[in-house]
């Protein structure tokens, strides 16, 4: 696992978050969704707000690798062989050759882009259906977020892969 891809990608929710709750985008029909006025928010962490906001995109990213990235689910099915971390061995050799012939196969932005809107429908949906449901929240407020979500996945996964694949391809990081 890169870790400096994963730190790149935990950027993607604040650099989305900025545009689409601006004011001029979605700010104020969000703030009026949740019965909120920019006065409201005055006084706020920010600090606070953005440095958790930067550690569960971390976690967001390491958990949309294994959802996009499809060699790491043969790379754990190797890895769990005791003879897998010894070079020459057989499920060494094998797991290798598999990764030469198979490696950057669904590597591109839009193949992780799909897994992005996967992801939206399959879990940001229900999460914040869920949510908004038992807090009596609008439709306005599902697709607001909803839409937010999407853009942000989408981000996260292409350009997720886009960047390993890149890597790979350079030679700066391993297949694992």
Excluded at 20 to 25: A, G, Q
Excluded at 71 to 97: C, H, K, R, W
Excluded at 126 to 150: D, M, S, T, V
Aim: proline share 2%.
């Amino acid at each position: 696992m890169n870790y400096l891809v994963i730190l790149g990608a935990a950027v993607i929710p604040l650099l989305v978050g900025s545009i689409w709750y601006n004011p001029r985008l979605f700010g104020t029909a969000w703030m009026n969704a949740i019965g909120k006025t920019e006065e409201d928010f005055i006084g706020v962490n920010l600090a606070l707000t953005f440095g958790l906001t930067f550690v569960f995109s971390i976690l967001l990213a390491l958990g949309l690798s294994g959802l996009t990235i499809h060699q790491n689910g043969i790379m754990q099915l190797f890895a769990t062989d005791p003879s897998f971390a010894v070079e020459g061995s057989e499920i060494n050799t094998m797991y290798t050759e598999l990764m030469d012939k198979y490696g950057t196969r669904h590597r591109s932005f839009g193949h992780g882009a799909v897994h992005g809107v996967f992801a939206t429908i399959l879990l940001a949906l229900p999460f914040i259906g869920i949510n908004a449901l038992f807090e009596r929240r609008g439709a306005k407020y599902i697709f607001i977020h909803l839409g937010y979500w999407l853009v942000t996945l989408v981000g996260y996964t292409g350009c997720y892969v886009w960047g390993y694949l890149s890597m790979v391809i350079n030679r700066s990081i391993e297949y694992i």
